[in-house]
């Protein structure tokens, strides 16, 4: 079974809509990440979250937001969605006991979300 | 402002050869560097990091260098084979920023 999983892995919703994003992880890590990944412009961080009662914004949280539920779920979701954010969605996890201090991350499979 | 730029949208290289794929920063405070590979359908995994404190950390086929006075960093595939084909993106850390930074992305494909 994958380590973090992600749901659903296809959507297509139209404008005005709510929608929420799920993620699941097995990997026991207490740090999650959500990131969009566009053409041209790489993965860019949406939201991360250290602990339960940890949220942060990343550089494009504008239009987002997020739940922390338990250790292992990290939701997102977009309360009014638009086209442009149209995207592709990952969820991340880290370790914060990776020793060597990387911040190595390990991805879900993704969610293809259309706006339309 | 785009911190970490990979500006090579694309690259094409023949089976076997040596694969070169180059990014560079702009954060002096970057002290911790991957690369991750991502196919279709699937996210990215973790392939290769390297700290500051060295210039160059190799696995196998692969070899990433660090040149820190030019915030340059670059990865080598030697020898390049079909399986490598897929999209590469540098990231980077910084010192208890604990979070990665990712470039655009540089898509490769292997041709026999």
């Known amino acids: 079974d994958a380590d973090v999983t992600q749901t659903p892995r296809n959507r297509i919703t139209k404008t005005g809509k709510r929608i929420m994003l799920e993620c699941s992880q097995t990997?026991?890590?207490?740090?999650m990440y959500w990131y969009r990944q566009d053409p041209g412009l790489g993965l860019r961080l949406i939201y991360y979250s250290f602990d339960v009662k940890d949220i942060n914004k990343g550089e494009i949280s504008d239009g987002y937001s997020v739940s922390r539920q338990a250790q292992a779920k990290f939701s997102l979701s977009l309360e009014s969605a638009i086209p442009n954010q149209t995207a592709l969605y990952f969820c991340?996890?880290?370790?914060?006991?990776?020793?060597?201090?990387?911040?190595?991350?390990?991805f879900g499979p993704g969610t293809r979300l259309t706006v339309t | 402002d785009q911190q970490v730029k990979q500006n090579s949208p694309s690259l094409s290289v023949q089976e076997g050869r040596i694969s070169i794929l180059n990014c560079d920063y702009t954060?002096?405070?970057?002290?911790?560097f991957l690369w991750y590979k991502k196919y279709p359908a699937e996210g990215p995994t973790f392939l290769i990091s390297i700290s500051s404190i060295k210039d160059k950390n190799e696995d196998g086929r692969f070899t990433v260098f660090l040149n820190k006075s030019a915030k340059h960093l670059s990865l080598h595939i030697v020898p390049s084979q079909p399986g490598d084909s897929a999209v590469y993106f540098c990231a980077a850390s910084a010192a208890g920023a604990q979070k990665l930074v990712f470039g655009q992305g540089t898509r490769l494909t292997i041709n026999p």
């Open positions: 990997k026991g890590h207490d740090r």
């Open positions: 991340a996890t880290s370790d914060r006991r990776d020793r060597r201090g990387s911040y190595e991350q390990y």
């Open positions: 954060n002096s405070m970057f002290d911790y």
